[in-house]
């Protein structure tokens, strides 16, 4: 048998604390390897890393007021089950810290959502001196009723949206409904010790919060519907789409995209978003959108992005421009599938 | 755009050498190391020109250039054609070369704390609102979004007499304590808003917040119509708890759950009075409330003046006998037709007799006398009272106004209320009386 050594707790607490930085430097290390071995390409842009980073916590940070207040709500006049609830803002640190939220699903979504936060401004920071947005005022008094009613519609859930930096990203309701379950576990975890009728409290509450989100209110859904009322002629596609960029109204952009090419709005939003023009040049293409018009669009948008190359832009202009719309339709046929084939495509081809 | 532009323009042949270029735009390509066909100096204009060539469309962007110790924000347009490029470069504006250049500007972020925020382009359209704004200012915020702000809000001079928001839309600044009225709530609120300036330094709108107006200093005179519910409130929310104060008053001094102290029931006594005195008052408010409307229309029946006259002694009779008055009503047994409401008119011979015997001294006598007067039925309420002096016969008909203010009693409205009505009728009321040798109250009416 081994001789035990026992230090003396001011030696052992001293090794605790080197044996912890020790370790957060081999993390660092790691991140730095990984990072070096990132293709520009692909790294994020430092604003759209921190947008990413606002969302995810607002996600976070809504799905847990929510349900920590439905669950208080429940146990009223039960103040120990109450103390037994963890600290929302605890809850959203080590939630985010975790790990747990790195799914695909979930961060292809706040990304998309980051994306659109840093993309809509800038599009408006690049128009030209003397050019005028034309798009709002035209379909505020558009002579149809119901291009009117949806367009005022698509205007207030977009301003929804852009209330403020900490507002919650819109999710899909499949990746809602699991962070909105990680946050009801976080909330509980020191909890279920206690047996203090906690958890079936915030099960409750967590059932209430996804019953009560309406999709329908969103802005992606007000920007389909408008999309679909306006029912842009195909000869006018392109400037109608280059209008919404003029706007700054992305969601309206690719909303369009996908009514003009009846692929799902998703896809279309995340060809909107992707610094590679590839795939959103081909949709649009497939709808006969004229090569000069996908120049303007695909210019406008890479002025606007940091994350895009201009000088790449040409090439993927060209070819896409080159496709017959047959070619092109037949390209982008794969889009057209259902989404959740889709999904499960991803990640078989990802294996 | 803030101060004229100097305009640039040269012409790249296919390869992108410059063929040609005026003489401002040789000075700025030489100083940046180049020269006629040879490649464009400046990177960022090579990369205007190569895009403009290749993707075959119209280039327009901001670029910075840096000239010697300057930065030149300029706004460059390259157009291809077959053979070359054609360069145009406005110089929107030259700066010291430290500072960052404007296209890297942030975002502009709406004012902080405000209690909802908007954005305008730069029309001063609502390009975005947020949605609480309706509840939060009372108006509706959809059919606000891509009108002009001046439809939402009344812009109003600050005290310095200008106009914060306007000032900064001219000088491109921020502004604050931007008075406003939101027009459809009337809510006086403050603005503050961001400057969104485009590429080129041009004004683009403002993201803006809204906060609530500190109180006026002078308060708005209360509407009239507001007066009127209010007065509708008082008559629901005062006649039923009074009602219930003063039978509970009345039933403790009357002994009515057991003996209670002698003390106790004068003080459920006087708790009684005041309380018909507030269900007094709050009938009159009542009236008043009913007589000041425009609307306000008596009916014209045939009626006999005298049936009316002993009625309303009738009434009171009680109160007549409780402080020794007599009310002397003889000339009640001939009729007297008139034109007029009957229940208006025994209102008013109601309040002329209660307040003769009011004032009445215990064992005196109160006359009701009857007559006709021309095409006019006259009724006349005397008593032995100290009188009203001339100075005050005028006054005791004005609202809220008595003959002696520290007398109990009675709200000052009763008499205001009568000449209303009469007038109303087509007669009138007035007051015939001496210090010291009581008073004559005459209503006349129209005779039937």
């Avoid at chain 1, 209110?217 to 920007?223: E, L, T």
């Avoid at chain 2, 709406?110 to 908007?118: D, F, I, K, R, V």
Wanted: charged content about 25%; some cysteine.
């Amino acid at each position: 048998m081994a001789v035990e050594v026992f230090h003396e707790a001011p030696v052992l607490a001293a090794r605790m604390r080197m044996s912890a930085a020790a370790h957060h430097a081999e993390a660092r290390l790691d991140a730095a390897v990984a990072d070096t071995q990132l293709d520009d390409a692909v790294r994020l842009d430092d604003e759209s890393r921190a947008a990413v980073a606002a969302m995810l916590d607002a996600a976070v940070r809504h799905a847990a007021d929510a349900i920590a207040a439905g669950a208080r709500r429940l146990l009223s006049g039960n103040a120990t089950a109450i103390s037994a609830l963890a600290d929302v803002s605890e809850v959203a640190v080590a939630l985010v810290g975790s790990g747990h939220l790195a799914e695909r699903e979930l961060m292809r979504a706040v990304l998309a959502e980051a994306r659109l936060s840093v993309l809509e401004p800038a599009l408006v920071g690049v128009r030209a001196p003397d050019e005028v947005p034309l798009l709002l005022p035209r379909l505020a008094d558009h002579r149809d009723p119901i291009v009117r009613d949806r367009a005022t519609a698509f205007l207030l859930a977009d301003s929804r949206r852009r209330r403020d930096a900490a507002h919650p990203p819109e999710l899909p309701a499949e990746v809602e409904r699991r962070l909105a379950w990680l946050v009801a576990a976080a909330l509980t975890c020191d909890a279920a010790a206690l047996g203090s009728g906690v958890e079936p409290a915030v099960i409750a509450a967590t059932r209430r919060h996804l019953s009560a989100r309406n999709e329908d209110r969103g802005a992606d859904a007000a920007a389909m519907r408008l999309a679909a009322a306006l029912d842009v002629p195909l000869a006018e596609t392109g400037t109608a789409l280059i209008d919404t960029l003029v706007e700054g109204r992305l969601r309206l952009f690719a909303a369009m995209v996908a009514h003009v090419t009846r692929v799902d709005y998703s896809e279309a939003l995340a060809a909107t978003i992707d610094p590679d023009a590839a795939t959103l040049l081909t949709l649009l293409r497939s709808a006969g959108v004229p090569r000069d018009d996908l120049a303007r669009i695909g210019l406008r948008l890479a002025d606007a992005d940091r994350m895009r190359d201009a000088d790449m832009l040409p090439d993927a202009v060209d070819a896409a421009g080159a496709l017959t719309v047959e070619e092109a339709r037949e390209a982008i046929a794969p889009l057209t599938f259902d989404r959740d084939f889709r999904a499960a495509q991803r990640i078989w081809t990802r294996r | 755009m803030s101060a004229p532009a100097v305009s640039l323009s040269a012409r790249v042949d296919g390869e992108d050498r410059l063929v040609d270029a005026d003489e401002g735009f040789a000075a700025l390509n030489a100083r940046a190391g180049g020269g006629p066909g040879a490649l464009l100096a400046t990177p960022q204009l090579a990369a205007v020109v190569r895009l403009a060539r290749r993707l075959r469309i119209p280039v327009a962007r901001a670029v910075t250039i840096a000239d010697a110790a300057s930065d030149l924000d300029c706004w460059v347009r390259a157009v291809a054609d077959e053979r070359g490029v054609t360069l145009g470069l406005a110089v929107l504006r030259e700066r010291p070369g430290w500072r960052e250049p404007v296209n890297a500007m942030p975002p502009p972020v709406a004012p902080a704390g405000a209690a909802w925020t908007w954005e305008t382009d730069g029309a001063l359209r609502l390009t975005r609102v947020m949605p609480e704004a309706g509840a939060l200012a009372g108006f509706d915020v959809a059919m606000a979004l891509g009108q002009p702000l001046s439809r939402v809000f009344a812009l109003d001079p600050d005290a310095g007499g200008s106009v914060p928001i306007l000032d900064a839309m001219a000088e491109r600044t921020d502004f604050d304590a931007q008075p406003a009225t939101v027009r459809e709530s009337q809510r006086r609120v403050l603005l503050a808003g961001s400057v969104r300036v485009d590429v080129a330094g041009t004004f683009a709108g403002f993201v803006g917040g809204t906060f609530p107006a500190p109180a006026p200093a002078v308060p708005l005179a209360p509407a009239i119509d507001a007066d009127e519910r209010f007065n509708t409130r008082l008559d629901r929310a005062l006649r039923g708890p009074l009602g219930r104060i003063v039978a509970n008053a009345d039933s403790i001094n009357a002994g009515a759950d057991g003996a209670v102290d002698p003390h106790y029931a004068d003080y459920a006594a006087d708790i009684a009075s005041a309380g018909r005195h507030l269900l007094g008052l709050v009938d009159d408010l009542v009236d008043l409330d009913a007589i000041e409307r425009d609307d306000f229309a008596v009916e014209h029946q045939t009626l006999d003046l005298a049936d009316v006259a002993r009625r309303a002694a009738g009434l009171l009779q009680v109160r007549a006998a409780d402080a020794g008055v007599r009310i002397d009503k003889e000339d009640t047994d001939v009729a007297l037709p008139a034109i007029g409401e009957f229940r208006r008119t025994l209102q008013i011979m109601v309040n002329l007799i209660g307040n003769a015997l009011r004032y009445s001294p215990r064992g005196a006598t109160v006359w009701l006398r009857l007559q006709r007067d021309g095409d006019r039925a006259v009724a006349i309420v005397a008593d032995q009272g100290k009188g009203i002096a001339v100075a005050d016969q005028a006054r005791i008909f004005e609202k809220f106004e008595r003959v002696d203010p520290s007398e109990p009693g009675g709200s000052g409205l009763g008499l205001y209320i009568a000449r209303r009505l009469a007038r109303a009728m087509g007669g009138d009321l007035t007051v015939d009386s001496a210090p010291g040798m009581g008073a004559r109250f005459i209503l006349s009416l129209p005779a039937a």
